[in-house]
């Protein structure tokens, strides 16, 4: 049988009463869980920070309108993007490094060009 106490839902009868060892057991735990929380969180910063956005737009040399839908890839890889409403591109997720993108649209001449990202 479950009841509240104190606001927790617990299955231990006597937590509110007698039974103090048991309540600062489930504290104990509740706290070691937040501990354990806040560190997987604290080192896992490092390994997420490694990674960046390449982001640019993409517009018609000659008429300066953004060109929507234009592909761009980063080569050797499986990464890219479209461009949206406005020619805007984001690719996330991109290790440091150098890297050359392609970038495509129907009708238009193939535009390469090499990125440097820290």
Known sequence: ???????????????????????????????????????LVLFSRPIMAQNGTIKGSIIDEITKEPLIGAAVLIEGTTKGASTDLDGNYEIQNVDAGTYTLRASYVSYETVIKKVFQL
């Open 1 to 39: 049988m479950s009841f509240y106490c104190n606001g927790y839902a617990t299955l231990i009868t006597d937590l509110c009463g007698e039974n103090q060892n048991m309540k600062l057991l489930f504290m104990t735990h509740k706290f070691l869980s937040l501990v354990a929380t806040l560190l």
